[in-house]
């Protein structure tokens, strides 16, 4: 059976990724890539949207940027505005296509869909699917968003709604956010934080229904895309060994208290890759383990609070945007880590730490 230098699990996000970083900056031309990838179709199944807070390489695959967003809880709204950081989305189908076609031009490239088909007894192996076991204490971002048409003029394309609060919350965090790529089409998406044991915040078509004809006011629309997807607010089991690193939301990239994932796999690659010729050596790359710490805090009162999540939120985002997005998307300092911090209802973050 063939042996490869390098195997990567899972041609994702994070697979795919890392091997166009390693292809770019030419880290493969000596080198052997397997990665492994069971699907026989690569086609637009992910948004991938975050403040541009780092650049990245797939500024061609950013489908929309917004400069200013909203934030909503019932009776108020705060409009923010992030100039300096914008905000941008990334389509799926168009991230696969340019990586494909960049790696299909290296013959040391190679696809199999199972870990099987090749040796892997002396690669080095980039693992970005997780291990996850059914666990009813913990908890995740789950959701579903539907792309829809309007033939008339209806949405705002400048500004975009992060979160909007105003809807049931059946005991736990609900929230709407809304992408409006043009005039005549947007991304809506209903947003649960919870441990998912109720099936009835599954229910996302009617949610999404709901809240485009009687929040919205939007009669008239057609659906032309749907997303559905759960991330885990939570680190899923590491086995750390000598030629094995995890990488994805299974190697820690996602930041718990707000799930953004996209540009931490990006920062990831680029680490692996600076460090590829001593990759089994090299620190461990993870988040500031003082988000980690703070996400801990937050996410113990969101579970024991939910009720008191709209707020919260909202009350975060009093701060300056660029503090708060910094904040957000691991960037901040210790006084801008303070500025948020002040906003948060002092004796119940406290008490979190004692639960
Ligand atoms: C619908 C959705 C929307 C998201 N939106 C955002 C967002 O807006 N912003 C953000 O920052 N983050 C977002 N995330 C979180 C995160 O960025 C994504 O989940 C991202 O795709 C994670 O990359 P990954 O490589 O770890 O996982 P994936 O992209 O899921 O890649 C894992 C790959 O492994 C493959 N695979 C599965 N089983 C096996 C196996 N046994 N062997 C080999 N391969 C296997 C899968 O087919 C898949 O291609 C979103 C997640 C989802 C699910």
């Known amino acids: 059976m063939k042996e490869f230098d390098y195997i990567i699990i899972g041609g994702g996000c994070a697979g795919l990724s890392l091997a166009y970083e ?7 031309k000596d080198k052997t890539l397997a990665i492994i990838e069971p699907r026989t ?39 923010l505005e992030c100039i300096n950081y914008p905000y941008q989305s990334v389509d799926s189908g168009l991230f696969y296509e340019k990586i494909n076609n960049k790696l299909k031009e290296n013959k040391n490239i190679s696809f199999f869909k199972d870990i099987s088909e090749i040796n892997s007894k002396n690669s080095f ?19 579903c968003g539907m792309e829809i048409e309007t ?34 089409s947007a991304l809506v998406e209903s947003t649960w934080l919870s441990k998912m044991n109720d099936s009835s915040q599954k229910d996302y078509d009617s949610q999404i229904k709901d809240y485009i004809e009687n929040h919205l006011n939007l009669k008239n629309y057609k659906i032309t895309y749907k997303e559905v997807g759960a991330i885990p607010l939570f680190y899923p089991p590491y086995e750390e060994t000598k030629n094995k ?18 540009l931490n796999i990006q920062e990831h690659s680029k ?14 790359f993870e988040i500031n383990k003082k988000y980690q710490f703070l996400d801990d805090i937050f996410l113990r009162v969101l579970d024991k609070n939910p009720e008191m999540m709209p707020d919260i ?12 997005i910094k904040f957000l998307s691991n960037k901040s300092n210790f006084f801008e880590d303070l500025s948020v911090i002040l906003k948060m209802p002092k004796l119940t973050f406290l008490r979190a730490l004692f639960y």
């Open 245 to 262: 690193l995890n990488i994805g939301t299974a190697g820690g990239m996602t930041r718990l208290s707000t799930g953004y994932t996209f």
């Open 125 to 143: 192996v980039f693992n970005s699917v997780p291990s996850i076991k059914k666990d009813y204490h913990n908890l995740w971002q789950h959701f």
């Open 313 to 324: 939120f909202f009350k975060m985002f009093e701060s300056s945007p660029k503090t708060v």
């Open 41 to 79: 179709e690569y086609k637009k199944d992910k948004t991938w949207s975050f403040w541009k807070v780092s650049t990245h390489n797939f500024d061609d695959c950013v489908k929309k940027s917004w400069k200013n967003f909203s934030v909503n809880i019932p009776k108020k709204t705060n409009y």
């Open 22 to 28: 390693l292809e770019i900056n030419e880290k493969l």
């Open 271 to 284: 680490y692996i890759c600076q460090n590829i010729e001593n990759i089994s050596n090299a620190k461990k």
């Open 151 to 184: 033939q008339n003029d209806f949405f705002d394309e400048e500004i975009f709604n992060l979160m909007d609060f105003e809807c049931d919350q059946r005991e736990s965090v609900h929230f709407f956010y809304t992408l409006p790529y043009s005039k005549t």
